[in-house]
């Protein structure tokens, strides 16, 4: 059973920054695509980021491209999310989710698995 927990989450300032983490259990995080969708109240989850399963590979929507990089510790079977420069448009639950596909993804039901939510606030 594959179990993904965020944490990092919080209240921050416009212009501040945050590391969300995702830990991967049950399986290797290398063995998964993994994925970042975030969901602002009374709004559709949306796509972030994703990191492709060989960790090579990064693909970010347009509205954090330049101020949010997604990593990946194999070592600790982890995934980051470093959002700086937070706006408070970025505002939301910050979910992280893993698909078995190879490539990238930014569906979200192309993603099998996913974790509880972290809530991010950023503050004007």
């Known amino acids: 059973q594959v179990q993904l927990v965020e944490s990092g989450g919080g209240l921050v300032q416009a212009g501040g920054s945050l590391r969300l983490s995702c830990v991967v259990s049950?399986?290797?995080?290398?063995?998964?695509?993994m994925g970042w969708f975030r969901q602002a109240p009374g709004k559709e989850r949306e796509f972030v980021a994703a990191i492709s399963r060989s960790g090579g590979f990064t693909y970010y929507a347009d509205s954090v491209k330049g101020r949010f990089t997604c990593s990946r510790d194999s070592a600790k079977n982890t995934v980051y999310l470093q959002m700086n420069r937070l706006e408070p448009e970025d505002t939301a639950v910050y979910y992280c989710a893993a698909r078995d596909g190879i490539t990238v993804a930014t569906a979200r039901s192309t993603y099998a698995y996913w974790g509880q939510g972290t809530q991010v606030t950023v503050s004007s």
């Open positions: 049950g399986r290797t995080v290398s063995s998964y695509t």
